[in-house]
């Protein structure tokens, strides 16, 4: 063989008359027999450059053949290059992970689910196992831990998370220590999984949240693995960072739930029931199927002292959703606290008009007012309307009247008026009180067509002596087969009744009978 100076120092053995395998690495030596001695050993061209390492470079090399036989081989330094290759392909990588876990874990808005991920990932592209720690529940650490292939298995711990170098600063938000200063051997017993073996390798990483830290992650390797480079260790801070904007996303949405739950519960309407000889029922369906509140409301507060009457209030708030719901529970809470007053509609109203007019809110409401008493075997009730519509009385033989009370709209004018009537319901009798939502209710067969007071009125005059629940449901279900599928406001039905009472016989023919509920 025959070299150049260049070759010479690449191949310093290399003199002429040199046997090539002596001389070359065992790639090139391969080729240059493929293109020598042609025949069924010969590795098929892929089009793909020969490439190869000398030492501790990597070169591509090109084959002449040349006239005589002989094949002279041009060595090309691709060091740079491949290396360049290689980072860009890791890089690649990382980046398709990055982009994988950032869909997987802001594709849910569950705590639980969003640590689950964050340790299987972790333990699948990042380490042998890795451990996803909430912070402290009083003395108690949530920790999720996974090992690679395996499943996210979660476990609430009493330790004491200082115990670990780097742990409790990272659960506290602050930087991540270098996994060079923190000894394997030192791992507690809760750190390492279950048949996961010598622990040679640990990194522990905050997981950034809104304003505070969401958690800390480790990350664990054999001893059989290499230890964790520094590039790894910032590879997994940005990984790191993606998990704790999910989990910090996650607790705020649960406890944003928390307290919607708590301030929902004040904010719906009650369930109505029995209540000293006098039966109520009540139905309210929002505006928007989504929602669970609006700007219709009712209540029935029952009275302090037996005999004494129960009161009833239904009204609308102008608006629909939160903002509606929001002042609904303001009027229900100045009528809570009016209460003692509740005798006394006029006055009532206007001191709850007088409260809405000195807010910050701009909106006005309608609003009727119902006291209701049992006396005997009939339910008097004593009606007041501010600014709603009128009360529908429901009579044993069918027929509907309108209670003859009319008012002016609350929260709206300095000064209001408002007349009350009375009136007494016979067993089996009703009144009705509804909002605008009912009569408003836009459909029918041609689609634009509202359900009016009229279209009310005969149906509630098919319901005479139906229970209060019944003639609730009805109503709700007249009203729903009406809109369709059509856009409605907030609808509100309560209905107050005088219970049917039966006959009891004498008793031997010689006491007088009884009536009783």
């Not at 063989?1 to 040199?18: E, H, I, S």
């Not at 209540?299 to 509606?324: F, I, N, Q, R, T």
């Not at 609350?410 to 089996?428: F, H, K, M, Q, R």
């Amino acid at each position: 063989m025959r070299c150049n100076g260049a070759a010479g120092l690449l191949l310093p053995t290399a003199v002429p008359g040199a046997p090539l395998v002596d001389v070359a690495p065992a790639w090139l030596c391969a080729a240059h027999t493929t293109l020598t001695f042609p025949g069924p050993h010969a590795v098929p061209d892929n089009g793909k450059p020969l490439r190869g390492a000398i030492g501790s470079r990597r070169f591509e090399a090109h084959p002449t053949v040349r006239k005589d036989g002989s094949v002279a081989w041009w060595l090309v330094d691709d060091t740079d290059h491949q290396l360049i290759r290689e980072a860009l392909h890791v890089e690649r990588e990382r980046t398709a992970f990055l982009a994988k876990a950032s869909n997987v874990l802001l594709s849910s808005l569950n705590l639980g689910r969003c640590m689950d991920v964050t340790a299987q990932m972790a333990a699948e592209s990042l380490a042998d196992a890795a451990l996803a720690i909430a912070p402290a529940r009083g003395h108690r650490l949530p920790v999720v831990t996974c090992l690679r292939g395996g499943h996210p298995v979660l476990s609430t711990l009493a330790v004491d998370p200082d115990d670990v170098p780097g742990l409790g600063e990272a659960l506290r938000g602050f930087p991540p220590v270098p996994s060079r200063w923190i000894d394997p051997a030192t791992a507690p017993a809760w750190m390492v999984p279950e048949g996961f073996g010598p622990v040679g390798s640990i990194v522990i990483t905050p997981l950034p949240g809104h304003g505070v830290a969401a958690g800390a992650l480790i990350l664990l390797r054999t001893t059989e693995n290499a230890a964790f480079s520094d590039e790894e260790e910032g590879f997994a801070r940005l990984f790191a960072a993606r998990a704790g904007a999910a989990m910090s996303a996650a607790r705020l949405y649960a406890e944003q739930t928390a307290i919607t739950d708590v301030l929902m519960q004040e904010l719906l309407p009650p369930t109505l029931h029995h209540i000293s000889g006098v039966d109520f029922a009540g139905r309210y369906r929002p505006s928007a199927d989504h929602e669970r509140i609006g700007g219709d409301f009712y209540d029935v507060h029952p009275a302090a002292v037996e005999g004494e009457a129960s009161l009833v209030s239904l009204g609308d708030v102008c608006g629909k959703g939160l903002e509606a719901a929001v002042l609904t529970g303001k009027i229900r809470n100045t009528l809570h606290a009016l209460l003692p007053l509740a005798d006394d509609h006029q006055r009532m109203l206007g001191l709850l008009n007088t409260a809405l007019l000195n807010s910050h809110h701009t909106r006005f409401a309608t609003l009727v007012l119902a006291s209701a008493v049992r006396r005997g075997n009939t339910v008097d009730l004593k009606l007041t309307s501010g600014g709603h519509p009128s009360p529908l009385i429901i009579r044993s033989d069918g027929t509907v009247e309108e209670a003859d009370t009319n008012g002016t709209l609350v929260g709206a004018l300095p000064d209001i008026t408002a007349s009350t009537a009375e009136v007494s319901l016979a067993p089996g009798e009703s009144c009705v009180l509804y909002t605008d939502g009912i009569t408003e209710a836009k459909g029918g067969p041609m689609g634009d067509a509202l359900f009016g007071e009229d279209r009310l009125k005969r149906a509630l005059a098919g319901c005479a002596g139906m229970p209060a629940e019944g003639i609730v449901e009805h109503v709700q279900m007249l009203a729903a087969q009406w809109l369709g599928n059509h856009s409605h406001d907030d609808m509100a039905v309560v209905v107050i009744s005088a219970p049917r009472t039966h006959h009891l016989s004498a008793v031997n023919g010689r006491t007088r009978g009884r009536f009783t509920a």
